[in-house]
């Protein structure tokens, strides 16, 4: 099956971060690649605008110690 568009698709996925990283705001960006052409082109309104998006951010000041 392929995606269509309007689908959305829920993917729990872990990252785990460097304990040095340093406080702060991280954008979360994504992208798509296949093992043929590696990274896929991102467009918006027909438009190449890179191969990846940002889809949120991650605040890292609100948070003395992180958990593991």
Excluded: F, K
């Excluded at 918006?44 to 003395?64: E, S, Y």
């Amino acid at each position: 099956h392929l995606w269509q568009p309007g689908m959305n698709l829920a993917d729990l996925i872990s990252v785990p971060l460097p304990e040095e990283l340093a406080n702060g705001e991280y954008s979360v960006r994504v992208g798509l690649y296949t093992a043929e052409d590696g990274r896929l082109p991102v467009t918006q309104d027909g438009a190449p605008v890179g191969d990846a998006v940002t889809i949120g951010a991650v605040d890292l000041r609100c948070c003395p110690a992180r958990l593991p």
